[in-house]
């Protein structure tokens, strides 16, 4: 089992970048397909980003359409953690995002058996 917590979210103008981070701590995140998903007020939580090793420093990640090109999902199996660096932000960005760990590559969020508690990004001129 493993446990993940999220950091680094806050209130940024568009146009601004900022970078999340997962900290996952019971199992290494190497074992799992790590994802970032989001929800915004009202709306169901969305998949944003999934990352998973294939081979020694040979890695897969897939984006969602609305963030392909300016999100970057990548790991640090050292640190055993997960970052999201999120540039060009704009104000459909603003959501509350969630780290999540599964044991294989889905952009489904009822597939994921794993979840941080979340961190909020806020986008507002």
């Known amino acids: 089992q493993v446990q993940l917590v999220e950091s680094g979210g806050g209130l940024v103008q568009p146009g601004d970048s900022l970078r999340l981070s997962c900290a996952a701590s019971?199992?290494?995140?190497?074992?799992?397909?790590m994802g970032w998903f989001r929800q915004a007020p009202g709306k169901e939580r969305e998949f944003v980003a999934h990352i998973r090793q294939i081979g020694t420093n040979a890695f897969y990640a897939d984006y969602a359409d609305s963030v392909k090109g300016r999100f970057t999902i990548s790991g640090d199996n050292a640190k055993n953690t997960v970052y999201l660096q999120m540039n060009s932000l704009k104000l459909e960005d603003t959501a509350v995002y969630y780290c999540a760990a599964n044991n294989f590559p889905s952009s489904r969020p009822n597939e994921y058996d794993y979840w941080g508690q979340g961190t909020r990004v806020t986008v507002s001129s």
């Open positions: 019971g199992r290494t995140i190497s074992s799992y397909t």
